[in-house]
């Protein structure tokens, strides 16, 4: 039940976010060092065995979360390209990956290594962004299959988006968004009709 209601809270907006937007990227997933001994992928320190999501927060407000399957610059310019209006400001963190969008947008980074905030460039709404995400993740739900991760985000997306409103109205809406929305048992756990 509660993955249909994840299903209603995605926004399917086709507007393209515009002004000021910060973009980031983060990864979703347990440390290895709290994996049982066989489930270890032993290849050292970092992302592997987590799963990529890109983030981009118009300083307006709204967020959009989506995993990638990578963060190659093909990858990142792509869901910039996709979610942000020609010609607007994207601030970013100093990832090579980003560099390059200067020529369709206003492009704008901050080294971490040495500032994390220089005037009015910064990823904070980002980064706040993934702070509730991942204290949802960790405190709430506790495990997350990656395989149900992008429902995750829709719902951590639309909590992002309607904080100003009231429960009853995020309610309303969720209700509203069910009509023509189901998923069922088969597709939630990836099972077709030959299975």
């Known amino acids: 039940m509660l993955h249909r209601i994840r299903l209603a809270m995605q926004t399917g907006s086709f507007e393209k976010l515009s ?3 910060e973009a980031d990227e983060t990864f979703v997933g347990g440390l290895e060092k709290f994996k049982h001994e066989s489930k270890k992928l032993k290849q050292g320190r970092g992302y592997s065995g987590k799963t990529a999501v890109m983030g981009l927060v118009g300083r ?3 967020a959009r979360a989506r995993v990638i399957p990578n963060t190659a610059k093909s990858t990142l310019h792509g869901e910039v390209k996709e979610n942000v209006k020609r010609g607007s400001t994207v601030i970013t963190d100093s990832l090579l990956s980003y560099r390059g ?3 369709e947008y206003t492009h704008e ?4 290594a040495i500032e994390y905030v220089r005037g009015n460039i910064h990823t904070n709404k980002a980064e706040n ?3 509730l995400l991942k204290r949802t993740l960790k405190g ?3 495990h997350v299959n990656p395989d149900h991760l992008a429902a995750y985000l829709d719902e951590q997306t639309f ?3 309607n904080r100003e409103s009231k429960d009853a109205d995020r309610f309303v809406k969720t209700l509203g968004s069910v009509a023509g929305r189901r998923v069922t048992y088969d597709e939630l756990t990836g099972k077709t009709a030959t299975d």
């Open 19 to 21: 002004g000021e937007v």
């Open 60 to 62: 307006g407000g709204e």
């Open 101 to 103: 969008l200067q020529g």
């Open 109 to 112: 980074f901050v080294d971490h």
């Open 129 to 131: 962004f993934w702070s």
């Open 140 to 142: 709430t739900y506790v």
């Open 159 to 161: 909590r992002f988006n």
